[in-house]
């Protein structure tokens, strides 16, 4: 049996606008996906997926990658087509998807946004020899940083320059990291979704991406927690003002005693939190509010 893994991720600033050429700070997890494969005695491909609890789902596919079986036509759908890209990619992959068992495991929630696809491209890179980012490209079509983070053993700045993915490693340790925290906002959002979205919007891009560039930078190098509050509040409203939606300050976190900022697709997944205040009070006041995921920001990083 052989055994691949990959790291999840959390996108802490461009948001979007890492699409348009923005440098953006992104962080690994220590959670991720795992993918096993072993020899089978059916000639085709047998395919189980878990969640950290439970089956998320099962597929069996014959020798040519046709479905037979599922437990879930989207995922087992979504998975052929990948399959496929992999082989015509590189034939020469097909006999590795004969007499075959997968098995994948997520270390994390499925509905968290942690990066259960781009886990999976890079898994499928490890164990097929397939370009990660070529399959995001026809599938997804996101910005890749996700897969930059599968690999990456260190916080990274990620930046597309001529379309083209660049991952400089970054240390991030600073002395209040004991008061930064995440908190998952209850629903997941479709990020192709929020992408197309964003993709129609018009305002002046070259003044904005400079400026949350510059803002990338500032938050990995302060060292001053008042002064990370402040560039995460530019930051959010920068963005509130481009996709015309209130800031989580404005909306659902108003009287919190720090500042909130939104993570990766707005509307959903995890928020970025700081505050002076102790972690466990900021954790109190997130659960007496209905959100009782919440973690340590230094507790989930690789």
Sequence with gaps: ?????????????????????????????????????KISEYQGLIWKAFTPTQLWFEAVYDDKLNIIETSDSEKALFLQKVLQLAV?????????????????????????????SS???????????IDAFYLMEKTIDGSGYDIACAKSGNPIIYQLLNSKPTTKKVDFNPHYIENLGIVFLNKKQ???????????????????INQI?????????????????????????????ILNIPTLEDSIFADFDGITKSLGAWGGDFALFASKNDFYKSEEYFKNRGFDTVFKLNEVMI
């Design 88 to 116: 015509d990619y590189n034939p020469n992959i097909t006999e590795k998807l004969k007499n075959c068992e997968v098995t994948t495991k997520l270390e994390f929630e499925p509905n968290w946004g942690w990066g259960s």
């Design 213 to 241: 560039s510059e803002l990338t930078h500032k938050i990995i190098s302060t060292n001053n927690l008042d002064d990370f509050m402040e560039y995460m509040r530019t930051h959010e409203r920068t963005i509130s003002n």
């Design 1 to 37: 049996m052989k055994t691949f893994r990959a790291n999840g991720k959390l996108l802490i600033t461009a948001e979007y606008l890492v699409l348009k050429g923005a440098e953006a700070f992104a962080i690994p997890l220590n959670k991720g996906q795992t993918l096993s494969c």
């Design 119 to 129: 886990t999976l491209f890079y898994l499928l890179e490890q164990w097929l020899r």
């Design 190 to 208: 479709k990020s192709s979704t929020e992408v197309k979205a964003f993709l129609s919007k018009d305002f002046s891009e070259n003044a904005i």
